[in-house]
């Protein structure tokens, strides 16, 4: 069993950065895939980023890539979102979550396919 805690959300404002940390418990995470996914308000979740087990494969949601940079820190069994020239519409609940093996950059952008998930942390960006 793994636990995923978030942390690193907040209020900010709109061009700004923030960086979210999603630190794991349990076990080790160096061999599992990880992706950060969001939920606004009214919304479905929706997929953000994911990593693969080395950080040598990452993917990113189109409205996010060029600005949120997913990365890997196996030795603190931690994962981060680095959130730069953040945008109104990023506001929204961020989750992390571990699918143990990579399934391609496709199968990775579906919530369904994760087993395991953190409790969230909200960002709020303001215009």
């Known amino acids: 069993q793994v636990q995923l805690v978030e942390s690193g959300g907040g209020l900010m404002q709109a061009g700004g950065s923030l960086r979210l940390s999603c630190a794991a418990s349990?076990?080790?995470?160096?061999?599992?895939?990880m992706g950060w996914f969001r939920q606004a308000p009214g919304k479905e979740r929706e997929f953000v980023a994911a990593?693969?087990?080395?950080?040598?494969?990452?993917v990113y949601e189109d409205s996010v890539k060029g600005r949120f940079t997913i990365s890997r820190d196996n030795a603190k069994n931690t994962v981060y979102l680095q959130m730069n020239l953040l945008k109104y519409e990023d506001t929204a609940v961020y989750y992390c979550?571990?699918?143990?093996?990579?399934?391609?950059?496709?199968?990775?952008?579906?919530?369904?396919?994760?087993?395991?998930w953190g409790q969230g942390t909200q960002v709020t960006v303001s215009s």
């Open positions: 990593i693969n087990w080395s950080g040598g494969i990452t």
């Open positions: 349990g076990r080790t995470i160096s061999g599992d895939s």
């Open positions: 979550a571990l699918r143990p093996r990579w399934l391609g950059e496709t199968l990775m952008r579906i919530a369904a396919h994760y087993d395991y």
